[in-house]
């Protein structure tokens, strides 16, 4: 039967901005995804450099592949398509902004055995501010998820607050600097929650919502797939990710599309100037003037 959440879920994600719904995948349902998973990353080794499907660890190389993350699955894989419009999923996200959802974006991030890449803290709302904040991303576990092996950590209550500096030199980062002096006036990052849980779970966090995640130095890996949904009536500021009926009509994963924004006042900073270094997260967070989470490759320098 599909997993919906109580009201008490619907009550705590509103006040802290994010909640974790349990058992949204199970059985067969779970083995396939992990299955259609495995088959894209096995098709990684032989691939050279980023792609539109594939981003790509620094350490990976085709001999020795090292897939980062899977970019926009929804558009490449009809598998992936049909999981992101599964009224399994979609019909909680409705729960939280309403009946009318658009998919705006979707990836997985990958976080391998041993050397999966950190996030460093942001806000979803700063790559992609909409007229109303009815925006959240879903994130399906594949696998258990502890303390160890890099779980989403998450600022509670963050979403109400200011949308912070995610800029470096005059560009857009991607992320907060760990100095920044708003966010340290706001934020103290040793309250994060770690939001873990059993493989088919499926966290949920608020486009405002500051959080990242470690490094995975445990012994066993992390996938999440992670979904962007706007209510129908939330538009994106910084524009289309792609032709319009497509976006406007194809995207609508519930319910109809509106011409009629609804706009709230929600503190907006613009991704402008463009990152220097764009394709990913990942690669955009490399502008950033300095680092709160370890990486791989500064773990093997300092031994
Ligand atoms: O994979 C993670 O732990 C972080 C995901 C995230 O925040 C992102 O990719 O924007």
Redesign the pocket.
Known sequence: MAVKLTQDEIDFYHENGYVVARGVYTGEKLEQLRRETDAIIAKAAGVSEHNEVYDLEDSHSPSNPRVR?LKEPYRHFDYFDQVARDPDVVDIVAQLVGSDVRLYGG?M?L?SAGY?A??EW?Q?WA?YPHTNDDVL?T?LLLDDCDEMN????VMPGSHKGPTYDHHADGYFC?AMAPDDTEAASNLDYSKAVKLTGKAGDMTI?HVRLV???AMNTSNRQ?R?L?HEYAAGDAWPLVGLKGDFDHCFYDLMVKGTPTNQPRTVAAPVRLPYPAALSGG???ENQKGTGGRFFDTFEQKQASG
């Not at 890099?150 to 950590?153: A, E, N, R």
């Open positions: 993350r990836k991030n976080k999966g950190p996030v942001h979803d790559f991303a994130g890099g779980p989403l950590m991607g966090h959080h990242g995640s992390r999440l992670l990913s997260i990942y």
